[in-house]
């Protein structure tokens, strides 16, 4: 499958809502890989990794405890 211009403008309001990646993919029949390469060459805001957040605070609240 290749990216027409429908599936770049869904890709784009999708990412500006900040449905996961996966999400994306599965919506329009794309890999996960694919929407973010895709995003890349499209140059759309890069976001973070909302899983990894919650991950260095736990790392960070366990060495705090005695």
Known sequence: ???NQQ???DLKK???EGVATS???EQLGF???AVI???FRLGLE???NSRKRPLISICILSNNVP
């Open 31 to 33: 890999t996960k890989n």
């Open 14 to 16: 999708l990412w500006n």
């Open 37 to 39: 390469g895709k995003a």
């Open 23 to 25: 999400r994306i993919g």
């Open 7 to 9: 599936k770049v403008d």
């Open 1 to 3: 499958m290749s990216w």
């Open 46 to 48: 890069r976001r973070q």
